[in-house]
């Protein structure tokens, strides 16, 4: 028997990525248990890229290799019937015991597939066109065997369901619960729906690495003990707790790797969260979550891809954090990228959330004109050809990369850390209502583009942090409150300017040299007192000009910033001189 089920993807995976079976098994007559949309409050994109646009490492395939022995599973309503060698039926459930290939079709309104193989045997469990339930226990049961694969045929829509109560007391707990290594792959369709607890749980590594997988879980969407591997996927998730996790505390395991393919998240808890590590090398992510967007307890890397957080409380937190490239749009109502982990009740509204909370930022009337705001947030678009780098030409902003910077002391307010935020490269846009960019320890910054909107209460600022902030390129962009601002405490090559002024929702401040060159043109979606920019395009000794207030027309917008278009109507709010590597304007 062949089948033509092939399909490659790019996307490198690195190296990585059930109990005693129920006695009756579910037998019938058990007893049953393209463009973003503008977000109100919410930075958003107008150009999102692509998993392909995001580059590309290695190769992960989502290819189904067949294996040879097995047999046909036919479902029947209430019954099973099989043909072939390595699996028996009985009572509504099907043990497979032997290595090989088993393709499943059909219907079975109350049963189960147990795997009990040995442990080298490999099994390729095949849905093709299959349809799933068992209230008393998981329709796909892997007990033993070496290396486990779901298949999801071509062209073939596949359902598994649960009940509200498993009948034994075993350690079985999901939709698809694996005590071996589980891979899911293909390109067919399958739905999950998690009624008692979990979406899919293997207690050992998890690779998903293709299919158009839906998930709606009363509890955790995907769980991989060991580690958590996608790639190729379209994986939707609405779980009651966390999204995907990996929770072993081993130093080598509790890991999630995010290669390639579209993920969507809506989480109660947290949406990603490991124990110990993230990576994200590529893809579309959407997340939103109560709890925290991407949790890592030791370290959170992200190299490339496409990330849109529209709710969260704190969007990027670990230990330590790593942003070598891609892009993120980050919405939280506590702090937007956190240097600091640890295990939280991010999920819950603490007092010191609801006291910190803001109403949602709005856009001025008529658009992109300054004045008060009313009505819905704008979009934040990325400018075309990406984000602009080396030093800024006339009319354009100056982007990452080889930039060096200056600054004036800060940080403050927490206690001393050993957290790091190290930022070579990528887009970063938050909009927070607790502060932007907090580290319990020091941020290192030598590329990329970061832009804060928020916060607005003087409890937090833009930036926070305990040990230094040092940044020697890139360039940064912070609006917000002025109670706790600060600037990058060490430069070299980039200068700082911050101004202090308030100025409403919505009002453009614009940046000029003496000649009337643009250097920054910015909006924010929230008040503002305190406005910090830091780029290399800043040179000691120059004079430049302040403008307020007037309108923008064409061009293109990144998280605020203007460029490519026409700005008028604005009113000089100062001329200065740039007298140190941060010169503070009032």
């Given amino acids: 028997m062949t089948y033509n089920i092939k399909r490659r993807a790019t996307g490198l995976l690195s190296s990585f990525l059930c109990i005693a079976a129920l006695l009756s098994g579910c037998a019938a007559g058990a007893s049953s248990p393209g463009t973003s949309p503008s977000v109100t409050g919410n930075l958003s994109v107008s150009a999102v890229p692509t998993a392909a646009d995001a580059g590309s490492k290695g190769t992960a395939s989502s290819e189904i290799e067949l294996i040879s022995g097995g047999g046909e599973i036919k479902l029947n309503g209430g019954s099973i019937s099989f043909s072939g060698s390595g699996a028996e039926v009985s009572n509504g459930v099907v043990t497979i015991k032997g290595q090989g290939t088993y393709t499943v079709s059909g219907t079975l309104s109350e ?86 607890d979990n979406g899919v749980h293997s207690k050992d590594d998890l690779k998903i690495y293709g299919g158009r997988i839906t998930i709606n879980a009363v509890n955790d969407g995907v769980k991989g003990k060991d580690s958590v591997a996608v790639a190729n996927a379209e994986l939707n998730i609405k779980a009651g707790g966390d999204g995907i996790q990996s929770d072993n505390e081993e130093t080598d395991k509790g890991y999630i790797e995010i290669q390639s393919g579209t993920i969507t998240i809506e989480a109660s808890k947290k949406a990603i969260q490991a124990q110990n590590y993230i990576t994200v090398d590529g893809g579309t992510i959407n997340i939103s979550s109560e709890g925290d967007a991407i949790h890592a307890e030791k370290t959170l890397t992200i190299n490339d891809g496409y990330i849109k957080i529209t709710k969260s409380y704190e969007g990027l937190e670990s230990s330590a954090i790593v942003l070598n490239g891609g892009t993120a749009i980050v919405n939280s109502s506590d702090d937007g990228i956190n240097g ?55 009319g354009a902003m100056p982007g990452g990369g080889g930039m060096k910077g200056g600054a004036m002391p800060g940080g403050g307010g927490l206690s001393s850390s050993t957290g790091t935020l190290t930022i070579n490269g990528g887009t970063w846009i938050v909009n927070a209502s607790g502060d932007g960019v907090d580290v319990n320890g020091s941020i290192t910054m030598t590329g990329g583009t ?137």
């Avoid at 099994?123 to 339930?133: C, E, F, M, R, S």
């Avoid at 709005?362 to 705001?373: E, F, Y």
């Avoid at 430049?544 to 490519?564: N, P, R, V």
Wanted: charged share 15%; aromatic share 6%.
């Fill in 450 to 586: 970061v832009i804060v909107q928020g916060p607005t209460n003087n409890g937090n600022g833009s930036l926070d942090y305990d040990s230094g902030f040092e940044m020697t390129g890139g360039v940064l962009i912070a609006a917000g409150s002025s109670g706790m601002a600060t600037t990058p405490s060490k430069v070299s090559g980039v200068n700082t300017m911050h101004i202090l002024t308030s100025q409403a929702a919505g009002t453009l401040i614009r940046i000029t040299d003496e000649s009337g060159n643009e250097l920054v043109t910015f909006s924010s979606q929230k008040a503002w007192q305190s406005f910090v920019f830091t780029s290399a395009s800043i040179k000691l000794g120059a004079t430049y000009k302040i403008y307020t207030g007037g309108s923008y027309s064409g061009g293109t917008e990144q998280g605020g910033y203007y460029s490519g278009g026409i700005y008028s109507g604005g009113t000089v709010l100062k001329t200065f001189t740039q007298s140190n590597a941060t010169t503070t304007v009032r």
């Fill in 111 to 196: 049963g189960q597939i147990v795997v009990e193989a040995g442990e080298s045997d490999k099994v390729l469990i095949l849905l093709a066109g299959a349809d799933i339930t068992c209230t008393t226990g998981s329709p796909i049961y892997v007990k033993s065997g070496d290396k486990v694969t779901i298949g999801l045929k071509d062209g073939t829509e596949n359902k598994l369901a649960d009940g509200a109560n498993y009948s034994k007391n075993d350690e079985a707990d999901a939709v698809i619960f694996s005590k071996s290594d589980l891979k899911i792959t293909g390109t067919g369709a399958l739905t999950i729906n998690a009624n008692y």
């Fill in 340 to 394: 600091a982990g640890g295990k939280d009740n991010s999920a819950a509204t603490s007092p010191a959330a609801a006291a910190n909370a803001e109403a949602p930022a709005t856009a001025p009337a008529g658009g992109r004109q300054g004045g008060g705001a009313t009505g819905e947030a704008p979009t934040v678009g990325l400018p075309t050809g990406g984000v602009p780098t080396g030093e800024a030409p006339t």
